[in-house]
């Protein structure tokens, strides 16, 4: 058989095998298939790159969303629970123990005024004022590390005046902090005034703060004009009010912390590269352990020419019980003398009925 003769014989087959019906169906089916598979191919060419786009818009719009940096969790500051009155019926007369000419012991756990001696009647309070004014100021929201440039109308106020001073140059930065140790410690007035006004702008706004405290934690005949203790008819207080602001100050961590230190030194400034020295007027006078059985916790001294030298302070015994002597009106050393006289006899008798 010739070569167009074959070609002519597997024509003729191919079309018998070609109008088998199964056949046919398949060739269609197989046809099918294979344009699907190019339209799906060129589909997902088209696609991908939408696709990438429409995730790259939805990254971009989450990180949009979320901050650069997480700012980290503030803690929640402790509620403090507001004083409870003192009961004053039952307490000792201590017109004969005491040379101060006002006293008062208290038990600040069980609230007994123990014994008392003119403590009803109002006193300059002098610097023991700066109780308050310490109170005001770390329940203000200035932060502790917030910078204050020292001012010379403040330094030289002050230093005209005749007030305790802290020893700050003008134009020198330091902080609240430093601040608030150089008003407790050195007792310093231009320190006061210098948180007076960061707090509240102005001296006289913060005393509507301090009066305002004053009567929130309930002292009942207290009333202030300014924030060191300076002498004024006007800034009074009483030995049983003052106990209270103490008490109160001692439940608050910083002021506590502050009351119960016996030195600091502030950070390096541009004019001190030493820092400066602060110490307690009461820790020279008074240490820790000046009580057998007790430690002294803190307090505040304060002295003026109409009141003399005074004394607040707080001691916890052995037995965990605390308590609160408030002496004034007396020569330099009467009232740590008292203090320590007081603690003793009543810690004592304490003591003995456990």
């Not at 650069?68 to 403090?80: A, K, L, N, Q, Y």
């Not at 301090?210 to 060191?228: K, L, R």
Request: include cysteine.
């Amino acid at each position: 058989m010739n070569r167009n003769s074959k070609n002519a014989f597997l024509r003729k087959k191919l079309r018998r095998i070609w109008s088998i019906p199964i056949v046919r169906i398949i060739s269609v089916l197989l046809g099918i298939a294979i344009v699907a598979v190019s339209l799906i191919s060129v589909f997902n060419k088209n696609a991908e790159p939408a696709e990438e786009s429409l995730l790259t818009d939805i990254s971009e719009a989450e990180s949009a969303n979320i901050p650069e940096s997480v700012p980290e969790e503030v803690s929640e500051e402790p509620v403090i629970a507001l004083p409870t009155p003192w009961r004053f019926t039952g307490a000792d007369n201590l017109n004969s123990v005491i040379a101060s000419d006002y006293g008062i012991i208290i038990n600040a756990t069980t609230r007994q005024v123990l014994g008392g001696k003119n403590y009803t009647q109002r006193i300059y309070p002098a610097s023991m004022t700066k109780i308050m004014t310490l109170i005001v100021a770390v329940q203000s929201d200035v932060h502790i590390n917030t910078e204050y440039l020292m001012d010379y109308r403040l330094i030289n106020k002050y230093y005209l005046a005749g007030a305790s001073m802290s020893g700050i140059l003008a134009g020198d930065t330091v902080t609240f902090k430093d601040l608030l140790y150089g008003a407790v410690l050195l007792s310093a007035a231009d320190a006061t005034a210098a948180i007076a006004e960061m707090v509240a702008g102005s001296e006289e706004e913060y005393v509507k703060l301090m009066n305002s405290t004053a009567a929130e934690i309930g002292c009942s005949d207290s009333h202030f004009t300014n924030t060191s203790g300076l002498y004024d008819t006007a800034n009074y207080s009483t030995l049983g009010d003052i106990a209270l602001m103490l008490d109160y100050a001692m439940s608050i961590p910083l002021a506590r912390e502050i009351l119960s230190t016996a030195d600091y030194t502030t950070p390096p400034t541009d004019k001190n590269p030493e820092g400066y020295y602060f110490f307690s007027t009461m820790f020279t006078r008074i240490d820790h352990d000046s009580v057998p059985g007790m430690t002294v916790l803190g307090g505040k001294t304060g002295y003026l020419a109409e009141t003399k030298h005074c004394l607040a302070s707080m001691a916890v015994g052995d037995n965990g019980e605390k308590f609160i002597v408030v002496t004034a009106g007396g020569a330099k050393y009467d009232p740590i003398d008292d203090c320590i006289d007081l603690y003793t006899r009543y810690y004592g008798e304490s003591s003995e009925t456990r």
